[in-house]
């Protein structure tokens, strides 16, 4: 027998202005999207939290290359819904310096997004967390970018996202995916 999961998400449109943005941050800052000025683009790294592996590894590659994004023009912000202390603890274990960390995102925010949302299936997981979202903003606040994961694997590569962004800003190459 199939059950039909009716909880709605959002399918955000490249082209279009995303939704707003406020996150409270690892400096106890209250950072939103409509106040950023990037030369270029800001990209939103929504992750799913201290407990997965694979994001350490793929925020510490981020946090690894911020210096490349910033000569792009590029501002960057990793995002969870783990609590203060959690994220916290995720950047002094991972080694995170100078990436931006926001920290107790909303489902509802999640949803908002796009993103996919699981439940917690191990006891070291939360009751429900954000799969993987990576997002590139124009400055006005349109959205040039989505990849949305429904599991932790399969993201763009950091690397990947470098050349894509430096080929898109050489190029003036237009937005996709508007239909």
């Known amino acids: 027998m199939m059950t039909t999961n009716t909880k709605m998400t959002a399918k955000l ?16 800052k209250l950072w939103k999207l409509s106040q950023q000025k990037p030369q ?3 990209m939103l790294v929504f992750y799913r939290g201290w407990f997965c ?5 793929y925020i510490e590659d981020l946090n690894n290359n911020l210096k490349d994004f910033a000569k792009l023009g590029v501002e960057v912000i990793a ?5 203060q202390e959690k994220a916290q603890q995720s950047r002094d274990n991972w080694g995170i310096q100078q990436l931006t960390i926001g920290c107790e995102v909303s489902i509802d ?10 439940q917690g299936a191990f006891k070291n ?12 903003v124009k400055p006005d606040g349109t959205l040039y970018y989505a990849a949305i994961n429904s599991a932790p694997f399969g993201r763009p ?5 470098l050349w894509a ?14 239909e």
């Open 13 to 28: 449109m490249t082209g279009t202005q995303v939704p707003e943005l406020e996150v409270k941050t690892l400096d106890s």
């Open 53 to 57: 592996p694979i994001c350490q590894t």
């Open 40 to 42: 270029n683009l800001t």
């Open 157 to 161: 590569q950091i690397s990947e996202i």
């Open 109 to 118: 925010l999640m949803r908002r997004w796009g993103l996919y949302i699981s």
């Open 125 to 136: 997981e939360p009751p429900l967390f954000c799969e993987p979202g990576l997002f590139l």
């Open 165 to 178: 962004i430096e080929f898109v800003l050489e190029k003036k190459y237009p937005i996709r995916g508007t």
């Open 79 to 83: 995002l969870s819904g783990d609590s």
